[in-house]
């Protein structure tokens, strides 16, 4: 396989928080993506993109639509999203049914990057290859797992996605 | 998509390595991947089998022959072996050449997964996505990317799989 | 030097918390002084005590009356304490006010220890050398040094303790 | 207390090792004293002075000469030594039996800072707390504790130190 160019759409989410040792709570600085691609030695030729850096409980219609727009625009036909899992389904689901003709896989973490025992490489590993294998679809990359965007949904007393 | 069950050869490799803080060298006490499952949060019906632990180096045609009865014998069609880098590419040939139907997949670390900086958890989701979603054929999941298993080599002065 | 038993009291504080997964929130689980003290291949004989689990903005003077009886009432002449870092000059100013005959030895951290990037191990292993070889009073050792009670102020815009 | 300026001669030991993932070796690069102290968000002043980068089973009669000679010529009267553990208690009485009226505190480690579950920091810390208390004379700071150097052997069974 010679996959093409995949894009790498960074819109925050636990994965990218960090703790402010001043203020003693968790923020966003700056995306870790680049250092991650960088220690999985990753030798796709990926071009990341930092569309907006939120928690995914803050998301709105509008962020969903700046991403959509990033989406058609790039001429990548293989897109990965770094997204907060809270709202990753719906996110999923705006893109799902406006956008057609391209493999976007959604992923995000439980615990951030930053704190040692993250899910956070596990789950860009296997978000970096579902993009490059699946066909055309909005897929939520979790938990080992694809999940098309239409049959999944977050559980969220036990903090992992499920098919439904 | 509703992957069966998948079973996860291991084999030994940088992967599992370990530091013996008495004789300050490197050794196999046991295999990490279940430790590494549960750490990504994997929730894929995974059935890990310890085939042997050795580093590739040592691996001999009779082991490979082994790892090869275990891929025609296991019920699961679809199979990952962690691996060491130095022979992967050489145990990929020889799973190619020997079996059919089935979709194997082959990955391994450059840093033991216990040395903190590893590229383990990034490979091993990647390689769980790859198994999930190619067509049968022997691949070595690399670097983010899947190779065929006559379409690679590992470059050794750079440590990484290429295109052949 | 044979020091005797030391004991250590745990008061909770950064040093402490761990990331809530499910609410994407700071809490206190339990403390980590043993596993600490496990990865430092302490030897020392060192009584952990959990007095409270809190973080120190919310420490009142009943809690510190209770922190300085367990000094008062502990057997061992040599005391550490893990205390979040906001207001662990004001206990040690409490406890220095209140016992005598007693080497008491404040810590913390900046970042939490379960947080990878953690300057917790480096203060516990300064803190317990501290409690065994400096004289009878009340310290608190961060940033590698150990500051009298009534010489010490925590500058909060630069997260460091100083001389005053 | 306001300690005067801490000379840190650096020696090599398990302390510095890091892996090689192109050979699957261990190997000293580079001293990681300097990054260890910025994680412990240190603010002595301490000199890192790189002597030798080896490990202890290497050293000879005439690298503790020059051991020896840095500790003499250096101005500060405090010095603490990164080293082997191997050979630390050897080091400790051959600067024990040849220098006078300095604190000199030797501490190690017995996992590579670099592979995460590391004593280092723990060790680390402690040392430069012990080299500021404690008065003239040389030392060993493992495992928690200041063992003087002609009370003190490794246990190599355990990986410890422990009184004679």
Redesign the interface.
Known sequence: ???GPIRILVTGG?FDKE?D??A???FFHDTHVAE??S??????E?IVERVMMI?SLEMTDADRARIAARCREAPESRIAITHGT?TMVETAAYLGRSIEGKTIVLTGA???Y??????G??????????V???PPGVYV????????WDHVRKN??R??F??V
Chains 1, 2, 3, 4 share one sequence.
Not at 39 to 44: D, K
Not at 121 to 130: E, I, R, T
């Open positions: 396989m010679t996959p636990t703790y040792e001043l003693g709570t968790l991650m691609l220690l999985g030695r990753c030798l796709l990926a928690d809270d439980m615990v951030p930053k704190f040692g025992s993250s899910d490489m596990f789950n860009l590993g296997s978000a970096l290859a579902f490059q294998a699946l990359a979790m938990n080992g797992r694809a999940y098309r969220r007393e903090g992992v499920e098919s």
